[in-house]
């Protein structure tokens, strides 16, 4: 667990709705994800279908979406989901809004992990696991809980926290992981901090190359899929879901929320935006910019990017009237 919890029952948080059966929360999740007494969130048509699928008992709404909620879900109409739910989280959980250092951090004690390599000025946290045969670069910092698989190599100048890594990972010079994504709500002039109790889970065989940043996910988790290479200067933003096989070249950037299939390929300095969803086997030419969703088997180009034969064809055109 890399954020500590309180416990707080449904009617302290709600003392207005006055549940008959009152329970403590479990957690915050997703639609999809929530169990029974997990508290959920319904702030975007495009996830209708996940609605009929969640467990939950409880979820927080908007007046226009609260009529696709099934009548056994207990509904917390408020005029703005987000806003709601970032007070609910700084209720529930502790310093998820501001990324403070690790207080915890000390040099690594050899005996703990006999079969690990490190670099000079390595600083480890508590309850950090590296599995055997991981070499750990210099001046490279892994925070608490943060979990290493086995033959991984962690570059220098790596800080690494609120991650689990699997095994035969490689993760080059200066990249930073886990930190929180840049979440905000404007309300009246104000910009209030949106706090992101979610992961950044790295599959194996995945190669990070240097100066990435992937964000931790802010309710769900960000993943990248086995065997998937970023080369460098690669922004993986917040509950950002890359699938197994995907090559992305350097300078791409993935908004939040977006899902990326298997097999994907990104030229250099394309930009996904955010809630997209992106087939497999679909290749995307570089400095494209990604506005809607792609189905599987595609080859587009441009900005907007469109279908590789329309993005010729309408090239063509523009060369002919010039």
């Known amino acids: 667990m890399f954020f500590k919890k309180k416990k707080i029952s449904l009617n302290n948080l709600y003392p207005n709705l006055k549940v008959k059966n009152n329970f403590f929360i479990e957690d915050i999740k997703p639609l999809r994800f929530a169990k029974k007494n997990d ?18 008992r409880v979820c927080i709404t908007s007046e226009k ?3 696709f909620l099934p009548k056994k879900i207990i509904k917390v109409v408020v005029k703005n989901v987000l806003f709601e739910l970032s007070k609910i989280l700084n ?26 390599k490190f670099g ?3 600083l480890i946290g508590k309850k950090v696991k590296i599995g055997k045969d991981s070499i750990i670069g210099s001046n490279t910092i892994i925070e608490q809980n943060v979990k290493i698989g086995n033959n991984c190599v962690i570059g220098h100048g790596v800080i690494i926290k609120n991650s689990l890594i699997g095994n035969n990972v490689i993760i080059q010079d200066n990249c930073k992981i886990g930190q ?24 194996d065989q995945v190669e990070i190359a240097s100066g990435c940043t992937i964000d931790r996910g802010s309710i769900d988790d960000t993943i990248i899929g086995n065997n998937t290479y970023l080369d460098n200067q690669v922004h993986v933003a917040h509950n950002v879901q890359i699938g197994s096989d995907c090559m992305i070249a350097g300078q791409v ?32 030419g570089g ?36």
């Open 39 to 56: 508290l959920t969130f319904f702030d975007n048509i495009k996830y209708r279908d996940e609605v009929d699928k969640t467990d939950s």
């Open 65 to 67: 979406l609260q009529k």
């Open 91 to 116: 209720k529930i959980y502790i310093n998820a809004d501001i990324d403070f250092p690790d207080k915890s951090l000390k040099k690594p004690v050899k005996s703990y992990f006999k079969n690990v």
């Open 120 to 122: 000079n000025n390595v």
């Open 180 to 203: 929180k994504g840049f979440g905000f709500i404007p309300i009246k002039k104000n910009n209030i901090k949106f706090p992101h109790i979610g992961k950044v889970k790295i599959e």
């Open 253 to 284: 950037g993935f908004a939040g929320s977006s899902k990326i299939g298997n097999n994907v390929s990104i030229g250099g300095q394309a930009g996904i935006s955010g809630h997209l969803k992106i087939g497999n086997n679909v290749k995307i």
């Open 287 to 322: 400095g494209s910019g990604v506005v809607k969703d792609i189905e599987d088997n595609q080859v587009v180009m441009g900005y907007p990017a469109i279908r590789l034969k329309e993005f010729m064809k309408k090239n063509r055109k523009n060369n002919d009237h010039n």
